[in-house]
């Protein structure tokens, strides 16, 4: 599986972006997919999973309420929609997909996508 990472970008807080990651490749629909995080002298982060039809999602207690996952198979993409962002969030996000049924640790996936940089100016 190839992921190409899309849709970062510099917004001031309280402003919103919708990051997108284009699958090719294996079978998408056979993948949970994840958003991950990485802030510059932090670790990289669990953001958010979905299912692999789509219908469960997790996000990290950090961004529920603001951050949505979703996916469309058809189209072989996830999405990552951002609304009410911070400065704290400001990091590169990254894509990936796992072949367990559901995970939050970066071990478990297989594939990653490049990173797209996410800049929240105050």
């Known amino acids: 599986v190839q992921l190409q990472a899309s849709g970062g970008g510099l917004v001031q807080a309280g402003g919103s972006l919708r990051l997108s990651c284009a699958a090719s490749?294996?079978?998408?629909?056979?993948?949970?997919m994840g958003w991950f995080r990485q802030a510059p002298g932090k670790e990289r982060e669990f953001v958010a999973g979905?299912?692999?039809?789509?219908?469960?999602?997790y996000l990290a207690t950090s961004v529920k309420g603001r951050f949505t996952i979703s996916r469309d198979n058809a189209k072989n993409t996830v999405y990552l929609q951002m609304n009410s962002l911070t400065p704290e969030d400001t990091a590169v996000y990254y894509c990936?997909?796992?072949?367990?049924?559901?995970?939050?640790?970066?071990?478990?996936?297989?594939?990653w996508g490049q990173g797209t940089q996410v800049t929240v100016s105050s």
């Open positions: 990936a997909a796992s072949p367990s049924r559901y995970s939050s640790r970066s071990n478990d996936y297989n594939y």
């Open positions: 490749g294996r079978i998408f629909s056979t993948y949970f």
């Open positions: 979905i299912t692999r039809n789509g219908d469960t999602t």
